[in-house]
């Protein structure tokens, strides 16, 4: 099985704040998409045993409190 992501990825850099402040309103932009996708493949993989998928849900998990984190400190809404 594959290693979830390294958890010092930045989910937030600057291509990402870019990214996400030229959005329309309308759209939808998640910094934490890869690792989102990597959960659900490994879910895929294992017939849906979320336990053997713990390591990539955390790495989720952090990554966007991360994001959350940096946005807030930057004075940005989750939504602006």
Do not use: H, V
């Not at 329309?24 to 879910?43: G, N, V």
């Amino acid at each position: 099985m594959p290693a979830p992501a390294d958890k010092t990825d930045d989910p937030w850099d600057e291509k990402t704040r870019e990214k996400f402040n030229s959005k329309s309103r309308s759209e939808w932009l998640d910094p934490c998409q890869e690792a989102a996708s990597r959960s659900i493949k490994c879910l895929n993989r294992n017939g849906g045993d979320r336990k053997m998928c713990q390591e990539y849900f955390q790495a989720y998990r952090d990554c966007k409190k991360n994001w959350i984190n940096k946005r807030k400190a930057e004075g940005g809404g989750l939504f602006t």
